[in-house]
């Protein structure tokens, strides 16, 4: 086997697009205990597919729009007495029941959404790299002008209130990443393998580091592993490759939380 | 202009009317204390204040640019979110190591600088946000019970910073204290608040006033003897309790 094949070179970009937006994003979707986000906006893009298919519109733009107005909702409802774990789980449920159903209205088109579910990050072409990678840098981009503000109003609001920051600014422009980085990447790597990037590698980075920049760059290192790790993997055994990068990911956040409990101990 | 104004504020929070127009002022350089039992309404007021709270009725004018340091009356920090004390200083805006060490050793938690802020005892971590506030170098500074937790020492060495920060700066505070002692001998005007606002004026004018009296009953006559003795220094030879004084 050689890395020079084409197509996974091409998985391997597009899984490291992926994860250079979604490892920092998830940082925040941790800290902010909102591990059902991704879940929630995974599930709201599948009702974007449904959509986009039944209005004959393209696809990136069923899901954002979806994945947007489920984000706005969200942060609307939260501030009025519904504890967030809560509305993301109704919403992640129901979005993907009524995804279901609307599709089974859609009988001309022959819809098979588990390839959304899973995708197939060896299909990817190379106008799908170009559109992940963009998705990714400006994501980046956002995070980074906003790194501070996002970062004290995740600490508290009311210290983010005090220094003229509002959150529910900052709330809305996570929102809004997230949104976008499930409609970059949903039809090439699916929304499992999405809101497992979300979460594992922030996950697994929290037992090393000591400040939020510092997770967020180790986030980003032990996703790429996952990624490389997991596409070596699934080729040695032939194994389906989204599932196989999320099994690593999840090995690693395993021996992470080992190292972290054997340090602890020597100390 | 004043630094902040409150006009004729109303609030209602889970159906219960928590502010009564309200209204009150905050000037340069002066130091304002609101007093008043659990559930007066204090915190709400100050979450008014730095925006955290939008009024139904009535409005809150800040001063253009103003700068607020505010010390909230409990802050939890996510377990999942790594923080040392040393980048905490730094949110939202960087702040040199040399400004920040400074602000904690003044704050008596230099060697803290590298720890987790979650591992802190109570005492330790409000010292971390003391310092904290006092770093930004703020206009008006706003401190919700913020001595709660502290021994002695560290609260007699926060109000004596303040005195400094305010000499030095002439920045302004806005606190919420259930320190009746230190409040009656360090606030230019004290506010008693019960939803609305009872009475407010100069320490003196508020201790004796009946509203007050009927909130706090008459156990606040030793802090109003220890008001005098500490403000005045009007020593004439009683041997009275000096501790906030000595600690200063």
């Known amino acids: 086997m050689s890395l020079l094949d084409d197509f996974i070179v091409r998985a391997v970009l597009a899984g490291l697009g992926l994860v250079i937006a979604a490892a920092p994003l998830g940082c925040f979707v941790v800290w902010r205990r909102m591990a059902y986000f991704g879940d929630?906006?995974?599930?709201?893009?599948?009702?974007?597919?449904?959509?986009?298919l039944t209005f004959n519109i393209s696809i990136f733009a069923g899901v954002l729009s979806v994945a947007l107005i489920m984000a706005v909702t969200v942060s609307a409802l939260a501030g009025r007495g519904f504890a967030m774990d809560t509305l993301l789980g109704v919403m992640a449920h129901s979005s993907l029941a009524f995804g279901l159903v609307a599709v089974s209205f859609v009988p001309s088109v022959r819809v098979d959404l588990m390839a959304y579910l899973f995708g197939d990050i060896l299909a990817v072409g190379r106008s799908d790299l170009v559109v992940i990678w963009l998705g990714a840098l400006m994501v980046v981009g956002l995070l980074y002008w906003r790194w501070s503000a996002l970062l004290t109003a995740t600490l508290n609001p009311d210290l983010a209130y005090a220094s003229g920051i509002s959150p529910k600014r900052e709330q809305i422009i996570l929102s809004l990443a997230l949104a976008l980085v499930v409609a970059v990447a949903i039809k090439v790597v699916g929304t499992l393998l999405i809101a497992a990037m979300l979460l594992i590698p922030a996950a697994s980075a929290r037992a090393f580091a000591r400040t939020p920049e510092r997770m967020a760059v180790i986030a980003m290192v032990i996703g790429m592993l996952s990624i490389l790790g997991g596409i070596q993997s699934a080729f040695t055994f032939d194994t389906p490759t989204g599932p196989t990068i999320v099994c690593v990911g999840a090995l690693l956040f395993v021996v992470a939380n080992l190292v972290r409990l054997v340090r602890g101990q020597a100390k | 202009m004043s630094l902040v104004s409150v006009d004729n504020v109303s609030l209602s929070l889970g159906g219960r009317q928590v502010l009564d127009q309200v209204s009150l002022h905050i000037d340069t350089g002066e130091i304002v204390t609101i007093v008043g039992p659990n559930g007066s309404g204090k915190s709400t007021l100050l979450r008014v204040i730095i925006g955290a709270l939008t009024p139904q009725t009535g409005q809150v004018t800040r001063q253009k640019g103003l700068k607020i340091g505010y010390v909230p009356q409990k802050l939890h920090i996510d377990p999942t979110l790594p923080l040392t004390v040393r980048r905490f200083l730094s949110l939202p805006k960087r702040v040199s190591d040399a400004a920040a060490h400074a602000a904690l050793e003044d704050a008596g938690a230099g060697h803290l600088c590298q720890h987790q802020m979650t591992s802190l005892s109570g005492g330790q971590f409000q010292r971390v946000l003391l310092a904290r506030a006092l770093l930004m170098e703020p206009d008006l500074l706003i401190l919700d019970e913020a001595t709660q937790g502290l021994d002695q020492p560290g609260s007699a060495d926060f109000y004596s910073q303040i005195e400094t920060l305010r000499h030095k700066k002439g920045c302004a505070v806005l606190m919420v204290s259930h320190e009746l002692h230190v409040v009656m001998a360090a606030s230019d005007r004290v506010i008693c608040l019960n939803g609305h606002v009872c009475c407010h004026g100069a320490p003196e004018h508020v201790a004796s006033a009946p509203e007050y009296r009927a909130l706090f009953g008459t156990g606040t006559h030793g802090a109003l003897a220890l008001y005098r003795h500490e403000h005045h220094?009007?020593?004439?030879?009683?041997?009275?309790?000096?501790?906030?004084?000595?600690?200063?």
Do not use: P, W
């Not at chain 1, 929630?40 to 974007?48: N, Q």
């Open chain 2, 233 to 248: 220094h009007d020593h004439d030879g009683c041997d009275h309790d000096h501790s906030y004084e000595e600690n200063a």
């Open chain 1, 40 to 52: 929630a906006t995974a599930h709201a893009a599948l009702l974007g597919v449904a959509l986009a």
